[in-house]
């Protein structure tokens, strides 16, 4: 794992080649030996967080104690900057395989995308390949890679702070995944406006589990709101697609005057918008808005210019030749927010507050998201009720591994270059 | 995307122009002998970056929003990004030796915004509207536009080896040699990758509950972040600094545009929540 400051480079004392070929092999035989651990342990072992928190553990745990114990053999090796790339490098090889495989289907799935392949992918676990106990080789590889590399740069000074700050902090965050992999639960509530839960369904890996987990508390949905966007109309051109269909290409807001530039030299201005072409004298709803809207505009090709009402109920289309359409659309009004006005209780204690996204309560050592709504059913409301006490060691690890890494590649080096001017 | 529809926006055509003035002339500003050149260079790519700003901002005011949500959007942010960033570079290191391939990325990402123009303003969904959305974005931004300048460096340092900076770094007075500009360049760069990925992971926690899903996108930065993590600590391997480490460099700006703009290739990418939707 690297030091901040620009030590000088590994090996640079032993003759090259023979030093680097001999090191490079040991680290392959030790990442060698730790994913095919992990593959012929996930054989045997029963799948699940524990089983991939208790393999990775151990396999750490031994690398550390046989770098300990071999400080100058295999801890330094460990704790190297060869093992460190090695280590980081395969990590990210296995991280993006999970993202071209598709992860966590039924096994039979597999088969029928894959074909034979698809069983191989199985047997290796590449279904769920986090959860895999060959990842959690690498992993432990990390974990050992972190610690010795801290234990052989021992003791710590102002000027490997950032080093160790970082290197702590991502011990720190796997030390808070793994609490969270064993012990965060995560569940859903569904609610009704006026109705209340003092249970919800647990989750796992995005699933229902069929298995009810108590809050300990009530929770009540006293009022569900959506917002909406504004509606509001366009012009839209369209163009016809390879698909024998049209595509959208292009749309413009109903500024009156503007003149927009169209393909093949054409042009279109609106001259007129009017809110309610229904009523007679084109006369705007006295309630403002609009009922019936349309808009008079002037299109403006090969020096030829014809005025045309576009009426959006109508559904107006001016073909502009070489199968361009312009026509007058109205656009949905999307959701804005969604939002949960909630009261949780239990003895002696409540609590009233409106949950949106990316607005949490927290109530009872529980986090209640609000995460669902239903367009058909305006009274719903989903929420997630989260548990998890790994949060806190990650956002810290979060913390010194940022402030760390910062101090390492923004900070000390200055201050290196200060001393180097001073000396 | 017909190029008549992007002239109802002369600033983007006018921007688009500057940068490519900009190119052109840091281009001449190798040949030439006549330091004016470099400087008018600059000052096109100073107007340009301008230029950037302002289609920044109008667009902000008309979609009343963060302009960060489309594709489209973040290309014209990330245009912008790596003409700062490598102004930045040319001001503390006092030359414009890289600045004809730095330029091309600002360029590159106008036009290939203009491949990619959006048939209207999307709305921005209730799980951007958050107060991490800008800070995320414009971290993460800076630190590719960061990574980009030291992929420019590596590629010069790899087309002209015999190139050697003048004496003028206002870090310590020193000369540079490329590689340690393109080593610089990373380091600060995987700094903002690393702020970027904890607040992306945080914003996760405070909208879904989440801090960690395994989503495509979350991998990739994760990939990104581990290649780059592992390239600071290859340098300080015997014999992974100069051309080897440039390649590395390169190579590593790759994994980031793939992670950018690779997603929708992923077979897991159906049910990401950061594939870049067509419009």
């Given at each position: 794992?690297?030091?901040?400051?620009?030590a000088?480079?590994?090996?640079?004392a032993?003759?090259?080649?023979?030093?680097?070929?001999?090191?490079?092999?040991?680290?392959?035989?030790?990442?060698?030996?730790?994913?095919?651990?992990?593959?012929?342990?996930?054989?045997?072992?029963?799948?699940?967080?524990?089983?991939?928190a208790?393999?990775?553990?151990?396999?750490?745990?031994?690398?550390?104690?046989?770098?300990?114990?071999?400080?100058?053999?295999?801890?330094?090796?460990?704790?190297?900057?060869?093992?460190?790339?090695?280590?980081?490098?395969?990590?990210?090889?296995?991280?993006?395989?999970?993202?071209?495989?598709?992860q966590?289907?039924?096994?039979?799935?597999?088969?029928?995308?894959?074909?034979?392949?698809?069983?191989?992918?199985?047997?290796?676990?590449?279904?769920?390949?986090?959860?895999?106990?060959?990842?959690?080789?690498?992993?432990?590889?990390?974990?050992a890679?972190l610690?010795?590399?801290?234990?052989?740069?021992?003791?710590?000074?102002?000027?490997?702070?950032?080093?160790?700050?970082?290197?702590?902090?991502?011990?720190?965050v796997?030390?808070?995944?793994?609490?969270?992999?064993?012990?965060?639960?995560?569940?859903?509530v569904?609610?009704?406006?006026?109705?209340?839960?003092?249970?919800?369904?647990?989750?796992?890996?995005?699933?229902?589990?069929?298995?009810?987990?108590?809050?300990?508390?009530?929770?009540?949905?006293?009022?569900?709101?959506?917002e909406?966007?504004?509606?509001?109309?366009?012009?839209?051109?369209?163009?016809?697609?390879?698909?024998?269909?049209?595509?959208?290409?292009?749309?413009f807001?109903?500024?009156?005057?503007?003149?927009?530039?169209l393909?093949?030299?054409?042009?279109?201005?609106?001259?007129?918008?009017?809110?309610?072409?229904?009523?007679?004298?084109?006369?705007?709803?006295?309630?403002?808005?609009?009922?019936?809207?349309?808009?008079?505009?002037?299109?403006?090709?090969?020096?030829?210019?014809?005025?045309?009402?576009?009426?959006?109920?109508?559904?107006?289309?001016?073909?502009?030749?070489?199968?361009?359409?312009?026509?007058?659309?109205?656009?949905?009004?999307?959701?804005?927010?969604?939002?949960?006005?909630?009261?949780?209780?239990?003895?002696?204690?409540?609590?009233?507050?409106?949950?949106?996204?990316?607005?949490?309560?927290?109530?009872?050592?529980?986090?209640?998201?609000?995460?669902?709504?239903?367009?058909?059913?305006?009274?719903?409301?989903?929420?997630?009720?989260?548990?998890?006490?790994?949060?806190?060691?990650?956002?810290?690890?979060?913390?010194?591994?940022?402030?760390?890494?910062?101090?390492?590649?923004?900070?000390?080096?200055?201050?290196?270059?200060?001393?180097?001017?001073?000396? | 995307?017909?190029?008549?529809?992007?002239?109802?926006?002369?600033?983007f055509?006018?921007?688009?122009?500057?940068?490519?003035?900009?190119?052109?002339?840091?281009?001449?500003?190798?040949?030439?002998?006549?330091?004016?050149?470099?400087?008018?260079?600059?000052?096109?790519l100073?107007?340009?970056?301008?230029?950037?700003?302002?289609?920044?901002?109008?667009?902000?005011?008309?979609?009343?929003?963060?302009?960060?949500?489309s594709?489209?959007?973040?290309?014209?942010?990330?245009?912008?990004?790596?003409?700062?960033?490598?102004?930045?570079?040319?001001?503390?290191?006092?030359?414009?030796?890289?600045?004809?391939?730095?330029?091309?990325?600002?360029?590159?990402?106008?036009?290939?915004?203009?491949?990619?123009?959006?048939?209207?303003?999307?709305?921005?969904?209730?799980?951007?509207?958050?107060?991490?959305?800008?800070?995320?974005?414009?971290?993460?931004?800076?630190?590719?536009?960061?990574?980009?300048?030291?992929?420019?460096?590596?590629?010069?340092?790899?087309?002209?080896?015999?190139?050697?900076?003048?004496?003028?770094?206002?870090?310590?007075?020193?000369?540079?040699?490329?590689?340690?500009?393109?080593?610089?360049?990373?380091?600060?760069?995987?700094?903002?990758?690393?702020?970027?990925?904890?607040?992306?992971?945080?914003?996760?926690?405070?909208?879904?509950?989440?801090?960690?899903?395994?989503?495509?996108?979350?991998?990739?930065?994760?990939?990104?972040?581990?290649?780059?993590?592992?390239?600071?600590?290859?340098?300080?391997?015997?014999?992974?600094?100069?051309?080897?480490?440039?390649?590395?460099?390169?190579?590593?700006?790759?994994?980031?545009?793939?992670?950018?703009?690779?997603?929708?290739?992923?077979?897991?990418?159906?049910?990401?929540?950061?594939?870049?939707?067509?419009?």
């Open positions: 794992m690297s030091e901040a400051t620009s000088p480079v590994e090996s640079a032993i003759p090259a080649t023979r030093a680097t070929l001999s090191e490079a092999k040991r680290v392959g035989l030790i990442l060698g030996i730790a994913l095919s651990g992990g593959a012929m342990a996930q054989a045997l072992l029963p799948e699940g967080n524990g089983a991939f208790a393999t990775t553990g151990v396999a750490a745990a031994s690398l550390v104690a046989a770098g300990l114990a071999l400080r100058r053999r295999l801890g330094n090796l460990l704790g190297g900057f060869r093992f460190a790339t090695t280590v980081l490098f395969t990590l990210a090889g296995a991280s993006a395989l999970g993202t071209f495989v598709l966590g289907r039924d096994a039979a799935d597999y088969v029928a995308k894959y074909g034979e392949l698809g069983r191989i992918l199985v047997a290796l676990r590449f279904d769920d390949l986090f959860h895999s106990l060959w990842f959690g080789g690498l992993v432990a590889c990390l974990i890679g610690t010795l590399s801290m234990v052989t740069r021992w003791p710590l000074t102002s000027r490997n702070a950032g080093f160790f700050s970082c290197h702590l902090g991502l011990l720190l796997l030390v808070g995944a793994t609490f969270s992999a064993l012990f965060a639960v995560k569940a859903r569904d609610l009704h406006a006026g109705t209340a839960a003092t249970q919800a369904m647990v989750e796992k890996r995005g699933m229902l589990t069929g298995r009810a987990v108590p809050l300990g508390f009530t929770l009540k949905l006293d009022r569900f709101d959506v909406r966007y504004g509606t509001e109309h366009r012009l839209a051109l369209y163009r016809p697609n390879s698909r024998g269909g049209y595509e959208l290409e292009a749309t807001d109903s500024e009156v005057g503007v003149r927009r530039r393909p093949h030299g054409a042009a279109v201005t609106i001259d007129k918008y009017y809110a309610d072409v229904g009523a007679p004298g084109f006369a705007a709803p006295a309630k403002g808005g609009f009922d019936d809207p349309a808009v008079v505009a002037t299109i403006e090709r090969d020096g030829v210019k014809r005025q045309t009402m576009f009426v959006e109920r109508q559904r107006t289309a001016v073909d502009l030749g070489d199968g361009d359409v312009l026509t007058f659309e109205r656009r949905d009004d999307d959701v804005k927010a969604y939002r949960s006005a909630v009261t949780v209780q239990r003895p002696g204690e409540e609590k009233t507050q409106v949950v949106a996204v990316n607005d949490p309560l927290r109530f009872a050592g529980w986090s209640i998201y609000q995460v669902n709504y239903d367009p058909k059913d305006p009274t719903y409301s989903g929420f997630e009720v989260v548990k998890d006490p790994g949060v806190p060691w990650v956002f810290l690890g979060f913390a010194f591994t940022a402030l760390g890494v910062a101090y390492a590649f923004t900070i000390e080096p200055r201050r290196k270059k200060s001393r180097a001017r001073a000396a | 995307m017909d190029m008549t529809l992007i002239l109802n926006n002369p600033l055509a006018l921007t688009t122009a500057l940068y490519a003035g900009a190119t052109a002339l840091y281009v001449a500003a190798w040949r030439s002998t006549k330091e004016l050149v470099g400087k008018l260079g600059t000052a096109l100073v107007a340009g970056l301008s230029g950037n700003a302002l289609l920044i901002v109008s667009r902000w005011v008309v979609a009343g929003r963060p302009p960060f949500k594709l489209m959007e973040s290309l014209i942010f990330l245009a912008f990004c790596m003409a700062a960033v490598y102004l930045a570079l040319e001001k503390l290191y006092a030359t414009r030796a890289f600045g004809a391939v730095a330029t091309l990325g600002s360029l590159g990402a106008l036009l290939f915004a203009a491949l990619k123009w959006d048939a209207e303003i999307v709305k921005l969904p209730p799980a951007l509207q958050s107060g991490w959305f800008i800070p995320h974005v414009v971290v993460y931004f800076v630190g590719y536009a960061s990574l980009f300048v030291a992929t420019a460096v590596a590629v010069v340092q790899l087309v002209r080896p015999e190139l050697k900076i003048r004496v003028g770094s206002i870090f310590d007075g020193r000369a540079l040699t490329l590689d340690g500009v393109v080593y610089d360049a990373i380091r600060f760069g995987f700094t903002l990758l690393t702020v970027g990925l904890f607040i992306g992971s945080i914003w996760a926690k405070s909208a879904w509950g989440d801090y960690w899903v395994w989503d495509p996108k979350e991998n990739w930065s994760l990939v990104t972040w581990l290649v780059y993590g592992g390239y600071l600590h290859l340098r300080r391997v015997n014999g992974w600094q100069g051309r080897r480490a440039a390649w590395l460099a390169i190579a590593g700006f790759g994994i980031v545009m793939f992670t950018y703009l690779g997603m929708e290739m992923l077979p897991t990418a159906q049910d990401s929540a950061h594939v870049y939707q067509a419009q």
